[in-house]
């Protein structure tokens, strides 16, 4: 069993940069992938990227693609989601995700979630 914590959400500013994290605890952290999903007010939980198991692989979603970066440190038990040139539209709810050794786009494919962070974007 894998527990979710994510940290480092915030209010920016157009163009600002944030990087959120995602703390497991669990010794098998290692064994899951990471997926990022994000949620606005009134939207449907939508999938901004993941990572597998080794962090040799990552895919994102068209809207962030060149703008977020996902990694992890195993040793850290952490994931995490850089964002950089941030914009109002990127206002959410962010959460990580775990599902055994690879990620999905589909919500439905996770068993394990954090409670979320917010990030809100000022224009």
């Known amino acids: 069993q894998v527990q979710l914590v994510e940290s480092g959400g915030g209010l920016v500013q157009a163009g600002d940069s944030l990087r959120l994290s995602c703390a497991a605890s669990?010794?098998?952290?290692?064994?899951?992938?990471l997926g990022w999903f994000r949620q606005a007010p009134g939207k449907e939980r939508e999938f901004v990227g993941g990572?597998?198991?080794?962090?040799?692989?990552?895919d994102y979603a068209d809207s962030v693609k060149g703008r977020f970066k996902i990694s992890r440190d195993n040793a850290k038990n952490t994931g995490y989601l850089q964002m950089n040139s941030l914009k109002p539209e990127d206002t959410a709810v962010y959460y990580c995700?775990?599902?055994?050794?690879?990620?999905?786009?589909?919500?439905?494919?996770?068993?394990?979630w954090g409670q979320g962070t917010q990030v809100t974007v000022s224009s």
């Open positions: 995700a775990a599902r055994w050794y690879g990620f999905r786009d589909r919500v439905n494919e996770y068993r394990y």
């Open positions: 669990g010794r098998t952290f290692r064994n899951y992938g």
């Open positions: 990572i597998n198991w080794s962090g040799d692989t990552t």
